[in-house]
Every structure is written in C-alpha cells, then in structure tokens.
C-alpha cells in the first residue's frame, strides 16, 4: 500500500513506526525541514521537504504535478492539516474522511450546530458577523468569548467579562488587529471545571476512552503563562453516553478524539471537539494508565480498516496519572534561568516523568505543551486522582520560572 502522510507533528509524539508497517508499506512523508528533521534516520520512508510558504495542500499538489503517483491512504495527524489531507483525498479519489465531514469537527460554529440539533446542550454562540450587526444585543446575560471559529490551542481567544464592554472590546480588537470577521465567532461564557474526554471510535463505536480534568486552563497558558495540566478521573456510563453522542452528531465515526466539555455539576455543556489526539503528554498518560497507544490504534483504523477490539484489553484503567507543562513563551527573558521552588519536586515519589530544558536554552517564541520544548513538563502518578490534583496544584503554586535580574531580557 502507498501512504502519503501530511507530516507536521514531531515524529516522536506520533511513533508512526508502532502503527505502520514501514517494510511492508512505501510510505511518504511530505513536510516543512523542520518536520522531516525529525523522522528517524534508519527509518524506511521516501522523505519530501515542501517549502512551508503555502498551505499543504497546495504544496502537495505542486511536487504531484512535478511527480506524478497516485496514493491508497492520505492521512495528517496534526489538527492544522486535517483539512488539506480531506481536500488532497478528494482530489485524487482516495478512501477516507470526506472534506464535509473533517469540516464539521474543525468548524466551531458548524460542530456546536449539529451537537445542538442532537438535543445536546452547547454555549449559546453565532458567528462574530452576526454579532457585529445586533451591535452587542445577544442572548445571554454574561460574559463573552471570542474566538477563531477553526482554531486550535486557544490562540486568539479572548474573554469579555462586562456584558456593557464587551462589544466596544470586541469591536475595538478587530479593527486593532484587522481579524477576519468571517473566521471568527462569539459565544457565551460558561464558568465551570473543564474537562476532556479521550480515546478511539471505529464505526461509530467508542473503543476505549479516558475522562481527565484539567488543572488551568488553555487561555491562562497562552495568554497569561500560567501552568497547565490534567488528571484523569472515572468514566461514569452517562458521560460515555454523551460522549458516543457528541461524536456522532459531529460524524466523528474513525480514529482518536479529544473532546472537550464544560461541567456544569455531573452535566457537561458541549466546548469543542477534534479528530485527533490530544497534545502535551495526553497519549504518554493515556498509554500509563491503559495500555494502549492512541496514534497507533488510529493510524491502524486509517490503514488496515479496522483494530481488533479484543486487544485492546478489558481491564479498567489505572487511575492516577496526570500531567503538567510550564509555559516559557510568555516569559520575559528569552533564556532559560532555570526554576524556583522545584526541588521537592524534582524528588517527588510521585514523578514518572521531569523533563527540564538545560539552564542557557532559549526558551521557545510560541505556544507549545511539548516536553521537547516547553521549559517543564512532566507526569505524576498517586494512590488516587484527587491526591493527583491537589500535587499538581500544590506544584503550581510554588514552582515558576527563574528570572535573571542581572541581564537585559
């Protein structure tokens, strides 16, 4: 079989080797330098630089007109390229995840639509355009966020607290910014614990899934550089039901799933979903806690059709894993001093996995919750998921990044 993978996501968050059989299948990964540096040296593979000036779809579409070959399986792993492997699979007649149904689980204001019509309880939102002409006038009481209706990593979100402001704030933001305003949407504001659900669907039909909670927030790590992490906790049958329920509305019927809710009480309100798995060290604590490793399972359903429910294992969960990622792109010095209050927890009996960048590194320019690149990240393993809260938040409170009052940042 000729696979062509739209490759952007390190290879060593993917392992692409444990679900593709690279002696059996001519494999080709198409990607910017910096992604192709990262696939193993002895790996067999036909490796194709693209210059990274246009989208991947495009970019794919010149090197096939310049060599021409036609592909059984086109797949992309990375959220930002979802989208130009569904295109690139249409345009060459390739089995797989229609553009119709990629859209429907990247676009925020079309997922949040047909999770609605399946009587699941959503935010109320409309797109920034709609917004824009009833001049602030919406439908709910509180505050508001706006945010890209196809974004990922929380990147050019923002939370509009005062109801009387927030249309001066938002109006004022896209004229400042000169945003798109056909890219953007607006949605209530809905304060609760924020959880994501995790795992692999085949045929519609949940496979495995995990329930975690985060400790912070996206935002707060992108925006005001606070840590972030999550740990899991039980499963109860009603939040797998919703779960199977949510997928289906957004026709997420094949592969990994990162889905996000918002509780209200044991009640989630649907936030957004993904076909894809989830980033920082989710796959890692996924894997700790049941065996299974979610790229490979997926890339296994995209190729072979189908995984064998049976290995996948019955046994529950091993409760207790959790993971944390200090941010550096918010800090004010660009080099790495090292951290403040970490000891302790340097020597935790609790830690699985530290993982620190050296004093004198350059610390990243963007947001990542890669251990590869993030300042600290790290997992942790306790007797019992509340314990594994109360550690990452006692971690959060006392560790932060060392600044270096000597030198100009």
Not at 151 to 180: C, N, W, Y
Not at 316 to 328: D, I, K, M, S, Y
Request: glycine content about 8%; hydrophobic content about 40%.
């Amino acid at each position: 079989m000729k696979i062509l993978i739209l490759h952007r996501v390190p290879y060593p968050r993917i392992e692409y080797h444990r679900g593709i059989n690279h002696d059996l299948h001519d494999v080709t990964y198409l990607g910017k330098q910096a992604a192709i540096d990262t696939l193993p040296s002895d790996l067999r593979c036909h490796r194709v630089t693209r210059p990274g000036v246009a989208s991947a779809y495009d970019e794919a579409q010149q090197w096939l007109a310049q060599f021409p070959q036609q592909f059984d399986r086109i797949i992309s792993m990375s959220e930002y390229e979802l989208l130009d492997a569904a295109r690139l699979r249409e345009a060459l007649n390739v089995e797989g995840a229609s553009l119709a149904a990629v859209n429907l689980a990247r676009n925020k204001l079309d997922m949040k639509a047909a999770v609605e019509a399946k009587n699941l309880r959503v935010p109320r939102f409309m797109a920034l355009e709609r917004y824009l002409a009833l001049e602030g006038q919406v439908p709910w009481p509180g505050a508001t966020v706006l945010k890209p209706h196809s974004g990922a990593s929380s990147m050019d979100v923002s939370i509009h607290q005062h109801p009387a402001l927030a249309f001066d704030e938002i109006t004022r933001k896209v004229s400042e910014l000169s945003l798109r305003i056909d890219e953007f949407q607006v949605e209530e504001f809905i304060s609760g614990p924020i959880r994501h659900f995790d795992g692999l669907v085949q045929n519609g039909r949940i496979l495995t899934l995990l329930s975690s909670q985060y400790v912070g927030t996206c935002l707060d790590y992108m925006e005001r550089g606070h840590p972030l992490g999550s740990w899991h906790l039980e499963t109860t049958a009603p939040i797998q039901a919703w779960v199977s329920a949510a997928l289906d509305a957004v026709q997420i019927h094949n592969g990994a799933f990162h889905l996000e809710a918002i509780m209200e009480g044991d009640n989630p309100v649907f936030l957004e979903v993904g076909n894809r798995v989830g980033g920082a060290d989710v796959v890692a604590t996924y894997e700790l806690a049941t065996g299974i490793h979610l790229p490979s399972l997926e890339l296994r359903i995209h190729v072979e059709g189908e995984v064998d429910s049976a290995s996948l294992g019955q046994q529950a969960p091993n409760l207790g894993f959790g993971w944390f990622v200090f941010p550096g792109h918010t800090h004010p010095q660009r080099i790495y001093q090292g951290l403040e209050g970490a000891d302790e927890f340097r020597a935790s009996p609790a830690i699985v996995q530290w993982n620190e960048l050296a004093t004198g590194t350059l610390l990243p320019g963007h947001v990542t919750y890669s251990a590869f690149e993030a300042p600290l990240a790290g997992i942790v393993k306790t007797a019992d998921p509340q314990q594994t809260k109360a550690w990452m938040q006692t971690l959060f409170s006392r560790v932060y990044l060392a600044e270096n009052l000597t030198c100009v940042a």
